[in-house]
């Protein structure tokens, strides 16, 4: 390890050869020493999901050559677990998840493989960060992103971050020039309207493809959904105490 830079675990969701990890590994390694540890194949929607019924194959790869690189079958929080356990041996100074190919505001961080990589940090005492870009194009431009990332870096860097609190970074996909800044805010309370499509193989077996649209709820001036909308780059501290601790003393007056 190099002697005075910090230790940066990157991983994703979307594989190691996405064109979102490789603007985050470009970006982290201005700051410190860069190890990578990511899916071999995507693995997004996955959530917290854990490796536990197969084996979690993991090997040695050049794509970031000369960053130290390792592509797992495993899930994002496989990653982080062996990055930590079996690679580094130790806990990086900071762990950096995506640029994911599309949002992770509001409730979509409950299903995301690059926010739960991120919280599996912070479970672990890492400082860590979660990136995501509004654009699902394998292809879409990062130079916005990469700004936003580089100023978020620093001033985690400059300032730690809370015990078991990671941050939920949202991009908007616009250019340079539209982008308005970054704003810290709440999560919105919006969600997906499920819909199962029905149809059939080419056997005539059915199945089911899950669609729907993602609505906001609120409509709130100091969400992360309100200020993408306007240009923004949100940032809302994420931890994973899931505990209601408003309701908390009610249900102890039921007993």
């Given at each position: 390890?190099?002697?005075?830079?910090?230790?940066?675990?990157?991983?994703?969701?979307?594989?190691?050869?996405?064109?979102?990890?490789?603007?985050?590994?470009?970006?982290?390694?201005?700051?410190?020493?860069?190890?990578?540890?990511?899916?071999?194949?995507?693995?997004?929607?996955?959530?917290?999901?854990?490796?536990?019924?197969?084996?979690?194959?993991?090997?040695?790869?050049?794509?970031?050559?000369?960053?130290?690189?390792?592509?797992?079958?495993?899930?994002?929080?496989?990653?982080?677990?062996?990055?930590?356990?079996?690679?580094?041996?130790?806990?990086?100074?900071?762990?950096?998840?995506?640029?994911?190919?599309?949002?992770?505001?509001?409730?979509?961080?409950?299903?995301?493989?690059?926010?739960?990589?991120?919280?599996?940090?912070?479970?672990?005492?890492?400082?860590?960060?979660?990136?995501?870009?509004?654009?699902?194009?394998?292809?879409?431009?990062?130079?916005t992103s990469k700004k936003v990332v580089s100023d978020v870096i620093q001033l985690v860097l400059e300032n730690g971050l809370s015990k078991n609190t990671c941050l939920n970074v949202n991009i908007p996909y616009v250019s340079e020039a539209d982008f308005k800044g970054i704003k810290v805010c709440r999560a919105?309370?919006?969600?997906?309207?499920?819909?199962?499509?029905?149809?059939?193989?080419?056997?005539?077996?059915?199945?089911?493809?899950?669609?729907?649209?993602?609505?906001?709820?609120?409509?709130?001036?100091?969400?992360?959904?309100?200020?993408?909308?306007?240009?923004?780059?949100?940032?809302?501290?994420?931890?994973?105490?899931?505990?209601?601790?408003?309701?908390?003393?009610?249900?102890?007056?039921?007993?």
């Open positions: 390890m190099q002697e005075n830079k910090p230790l940066i675990l990157v991983t994703n969701d979307d594989g190691v050869s996405s064109k979102g990890i490789r603007s985050l590994v470009e970006v982290a390694s201005r700051f410190g020493e860069v190890v990578v540890v990511a899916p071999d194949s995507p693995q997004s929607g996955m959530g917290h999901a854990i490796t536990i019924h197969d084996p979690i194959r993991l090997h040695t790869s050049d794509i970031f050559d000369p960053i130290q690189a390792y592509a797992t079958s495993g899930t994002p929080v496989d990653c982080v677990k062996l990055a930590v356990y079996e690679i580094l041996h130790r806990k990086p100074d900071l762990l950096l998840s995506g640029i994911n190919h599309g949002s992770n505001a509001a409730t979509n961080v409950l299903y995301s493989g690059t926010m739960s990589a991120a919280v599996e940090g912070a479970m672990e005492g890492i400082p860590s960060i979660g990136f995501s870009l509004e654009s699902f194009d394998q292809d879409a431009d990062f130079e919105a309370h919006a969600f997906w309207e499920d819909r199962f499509e029905s149809r059939k193989d080419q056997f005539g077996r059915p199945y089911f493809w899950l669609t729907g649209d993602f609505v906001d709820q609120e409509k709130s001036e100091d969400t992360d959904l309100y200020w993408l909308e306007r240009g923004f780059a949100s940032i809302v501290p994420t931890q994973f105490d899931m505990t209601d601790y408003k309701a908390l003393e009610t249900l102890k007056n039921w007993m």
